[in-house]
């Protein structure tokens, strides 16, 4: 069946990159997107990646795509106490029909 | 003002009760989606809708009853509400359809559910 798989947490000092990563199982997944959830908030669209892509990047986002090995990841560079969020990573469900298809988030902590 | 609402923001009841949540859209999408969030679990697809008249289960629909209204309209109802309905719902749109191929979901604020 579909997939998404994220590690929970992820800790990184203000300044440094954060590298936040998910695998999926539905090779058919047209598109992969990332959402961000801030506390007490819905989860809002920080970008997508076209399969057929490996690499987007976008101000400060980088969005690794790899695939052979269904692996997605999402880079932030210089990370910000602001970037402290919950990072859903989602992928387009089979079946004819559109559908996301949600990891369960990681959870980026940056400290001081 | 939001682009997806939902009422209420907080509820608290109590085991058997009967539970509407209700969503509204200004998007103009014609996709709309229930989802409950529960911790270390992500979101979980509770119901979908691609029109007013198309309504559709999702992964976890038992338990959950939906109706959609109008096409800005999309209401999710427990009928008898259990502890283990306790989470956080959220409503969604879509862009998806006919001039689109991606599928970008635009999320209300949630609505934290607690039964007793």
């Known amino acids: 069946g579909e997939d998404v798989e994220q590690s929970l947490f992820l800790s990184v000092r203000e300044g440094d990159s954060s590298v936040i990563n998910c695998t999926y199982t539905?090779?058919?997944?047209?598109?992969l997107y990332w959402y961000k959830q801030e506390p007490g908030a819905g989860l809002q669209l920080l970008t997508y990646?076209?399969?057929?892509?490996d690499m987007k990047q976008d101000q400060r986002l980088t969005v690794l795509l790899n695939k052979k090995d269904k692996h997605l990841s999402l880079r932030i560079a210089d990370t910000q106490t602001g970037d402290s969020a919950i990072y859903f990573c989602?992928?387009?469900?089979?079946?004819?029909?559109?559908?996301?298809?949600f990891g369960a988030g990681t959870r980026l902590a940056v400290h001081p | 003002d939001a682009d997806v609402t939902q009422t209420p923001r907080n509820r608290i009841t109590k085991t058997g009760k009967r539970i509407m949540l209700e969503c509204s859209q200004t998007?103009?999408?014609?996709?709309m989606y229930w989802y409950r969030q529960d911790p270390g679990l992500g979101l979980r697809l509770i119901y979908y809708?691609?029109?007013?008249?198309?309504?559709n289960k999702g992964e976890i629909s038992d338990g959950y009853s939906v109706s959609r209204q109008a096409q800005a309209k999309f209401s999710l109802s427990l009928e008898s509400a259990i502890p283990n309905q306790t989470a956080l719902y959220f409503c969604?749109?879509?862009?998806?359809?006919?001039?689109?191929?991606?599928?970008?979901?635009?999320f209300g604020p949630g609505t934290r559910l607690t039964v007793l």
């Open positions: 969604a749109t879509s862009d998806a359809g006919m001039e689109t191929v991606t599928d970008t979901q635009y």
């Open positions: 539905d090779s058919s997944s047209t598109y």
């Open positions: 990646i076209f399969s057929n892509m």
């Open positions: 989602a992928e387009t469900g089979s079946g004819g029909y559109n559908k996301l298809i």
């Open positions: 998007k103009g999408h014609d996709r």
């Open positions: 809708s691609f029109d007013v008249k198309d309504i």
